[in-house]
Every structure is written in C-alpha cells, then in structure tokens.
C-alpha cells in the first residue's frame, strides 16, 4: 500500500524540529530517533493523498511525497506538544491527530510531487 509524507522542502521532517527532527531520502528507509522509538513513537505518514494535502496546506514551503512504509501500528499514541518534540520530551497535549494519521516504524520516501502537483526538478536527476 502507498502512503504519503509531507515534508520540508529540505526533506526534513513537516513537523518535527530539533531532538525530533527526521531527515528523509529517496530509496533510503529512515526511523524515528531512538529516543522516540524507545517511548513508542515513530514516525507519521498518511494513509490518502487528500489527507497528506489538507494537512500540507496548512504548513508553508512543504511538498508531498510518496512512502512506502514498514511496522504499520494499529493505534495512535496520545498526542503530543511539538515544543515538547523538539526538546526530547513527550508532552501530552489536547489536540487531535490530523485525518488519515498512521503511525508507522519505517519510511523510505520513493517518488515526490509538490502540493500542487508537479514533480519536482530534482526527482530528474540521472533519468533520461
């Protein structure tokens, strides 16, 4: 099954920043940091494009890529404060998952297009 990644144009993590941060590559699968993984969180991806793209809307300078993952879970942690992320703690916060959250062990982001659809100059290199 696809899912779908949003990312910072650098391919860090959307989201997560400092002590959290992630940083993405095509054909490379990528883990949360052990911190994380040894607390139960991994990483988070989308299960719908349209989930991927309503969320990546609302973040500025993000594209949407194509994932395959590994170690699907079947729920979602609570939800925690993205101060707390970045600072090597898991707050609980009051705040909901965006629709479509999966949580899930591995990502290897395999193919990329923008928000608004176009593929990015970068996935050309080497194809001719």
Same mark, same amino acid.
């Given at each position: 099954?696809?899912?779908?990644?949003?990312?910072?144009?650098?391919?860090?993590?959307?989201?997560?920043?400092?002590?959290?941060?992630?940083?993405?590559?095509?054909?490379?699968?990528?883990?949360?940091?052990?911190?994380?993984?040894?607390?139960?969180?991994?990483?988070?991806?989308?299960?719908?494009? #349209?989930?991927?793209?309503?969320?990546?809307? +609302?973040?500025?300078?993000?594209?949407?890529? %194509?994932?395959?993952? &590994? =170690? $699907? *879970?079947?729920?979602?942690?609570?939800?925690?404060?993205?101060?707390?992320?970045?600072?090597?703690?898991?707050?609980?916060?009051?705040?909901?998952?965006?629709?479509?959250?999966?949580?899930? #062990?591995?990502?290897?982001?395999?193919?990329? +297009?923008?928000?608004?659809?176009?593929?990015? %100059?970068?996935?050309? &290199? =080497? $194809? *001719?």
């Amino acid at each position: 099954m696809v899912y779908w990644k949003v990312l910072r144009r650098n391919y860090h993590s959307a989201i997560a920043n400092g002590k959290a941060a992630v940083k993405y590559e095509y054909g490379a699968w990528v883990q949360a940091p052990k911190w994380l993984r040894d607390k139960g969180y991994y990483l988070f991806v989308f299960c719908d494009r #349209k989930s991927a793209e309503d969320f990546g809307e +609302r973040q500025k300078e993000r594209i949407i890529v %194509k994932a395959l993952v &590994k =170690g $699907k *879970q079947k729920i979602l942690p609570t939800f925690c404060s993205f101060w707390g992320l970045e600072n090597g703690n898991l707050f609980p916060f009051s705040d909901t998952w965006p629709r479509g959250t999966v949580m899930v #062990k591995k990502v290897m982001i395999v193919r990329g +297009r923008g928000g608004n659809g176009k593929r990015r %100059k970068d996935e050309n &290199k =080497g $194809k *001719q």
